[in-house]
């Protein structure tokens, strides 16, 4: 969760003032933050002369941002504040642009399918306003399903689902905004990213993130016990026919049984790892059982439910990632993952090609190892040989 700070005082639309509250640190320390609210703005359509030509880009992609022809940016406003979240280098500005400047890094399409939007993409350059919080803002809420947007470079404004901090120098948000040189735009490698409040929908997005968090966690859960069994199969055959061919002398066998058991070690920390995930998602709904509107009146509370959208968000997409490992790993470690019926039977002992006599004499092949072990059953082994 970003680190909370400096000055917290609520402006309404026209800069009229309001309340203001603290927040609370870890370690018992105060924080306070500025929240730019603009409530009063939800559910308006914007004037026709702010409407952005949309990019046209062929095909239906499913995910946030997937679709930039469909975007219709400075219609219907989405998000009724913001407030600065931390200066990070963003893995999303560089990974996770679809259709822009750096569309050859993406790399997001098999974990969360999701672009980030781009200002410059969609405002025309004669409509483009000099960069400041604001202007990204009201450019940003009005795109569905983003739930923040950075700036770097004092004038690059892109919207996001989530962002993720990465490795990167020690630079800092440095640069001054184009359009409000006292205020900060982020940096040359960094980004100042920025949380928006949903319009009266908080709650509702809280349960929906929630859904799709844990019906993800079920699949992955559940990929989870396969690789389990895989595992604890491949570690029982591999010191089963270590231990018999040993005592024949024959060495060549511990050589491939210890790449078995080093595949079933990988597959068992996959599989661990799955499971620490799925506890940390389960903490998470935790969070959220029984939350309404009513309970998420004050800004503190928004800003609590905001952070938990933002770590869901990055839960999901590791359990994504997490899910596609194991899905991986089975389908190299045991055929029958297809539904492929006795997929090892389309493997013959060598001497079947050299003598057939000989077939069902036990023979050992040496050397690098074409593929990972795999477990199956056959009609001369036992169930989960090797």
């Keep these: 969760m970003a680190m909370l700070r400096m000055l917290f005082a609520i402006s309404a639309l026209l800069a009229q003032p309001s309340d203001s509250a603290n927040l609370r640190k870890p370690h018992g320390q105060l924080s306070v933050l500025p929240v730019h609210s603009y409530r009063k703005d939800c559910g308006l359509t914007q004037p026709l002369s702010l409407s952005a030509v949309k990019v046209s880009v062929g095909g239906k992609i499913p995910g946030a941002g997937m679709a930039p022809s469909e975007l219709e940016p400075f219609v219907k406003v989405w998000k009724d504040g913001f407030y600065e979240v931390d200066c990070v280098a963003d893995y999303m500005f560089k990974h996770g642009d679809k259709f822009g400047d750096h569309s050859d890094q993406y790399a997001m399409g098999q974990t969360s399918n999701v672009s980030i939007v781009l200002y410059e993409s969609h405002v025309a350059k004669e409509d483009r306003e000099e960069m400041t919080h604001e202007v990204c803002f009201s450019f940003c809420r009005t795109i569905q399903d983003m739930n923040f947007f950075g700036i770097n470079n ?37 980004s100042s990213i920025f949380g928006m ?106 800003m609590e439910a905001d952070a938990l959208l933002q770590d869901m968000g990055e839960a999901t997409t590791q359990g994504a990632a997490a899910t596609e490992v194991l899905e991986q790993m089975l389908a190299r470690a045991s055929p029958n993952i297809t539904g492929v019926a006795n997929a090892s039977s389309q493997y013959y002992p060598l001497m079947y090609f050299v003598d057939k006599s000989f077939v069902s004499v036990p023979s050992t092949c040496t050397g690098t190892a074409a593929e990972k072990p795999m477990i199956g059953t056959t009609q001369h082994l036992p169930r989960n040989s090797l």
């Design 154 to 190: 004092g004038r690059g404004c892109y919207c996001m689902t989530y962002y993720q901090a990465m490795a990167d120098d020690s630079s800092l948000c440095d640069a001054p905004c184009d359009g409000n040189p006292g205020t900060m735009c982020g940096g040359t490698s960094k």
């Design 197 to 302: 409040h949903a319009c009266d929908n908080t709650a509702s997005q809280l349960a929906a993130t929630k859904g799709e968090m844990s019906e993800l966690d079920g699949e992955m859960m559940g990929l989870q016990g396969e690789a389990r069994t895989a595992s604890a199969g491949m570690q029982s055959a591999a010191v089963a026919w270590d231990t018999m061919f040993s005592k024949a002398g024959d060495m060549g066998v511990s050589d491939l049984m210890m790449t078995a058991k080093q595949f079933a070690g990988e597959m068992d920390q996959a599989a661990a790892a799955a499971k620490r995930l799925s506890k940390t998602m389960g903490d998470l709904a935790q969070s959220v059982t029984g939350t309404t509107e009513s309970d998420l009146t004050s800004s503190a509370a928004m």
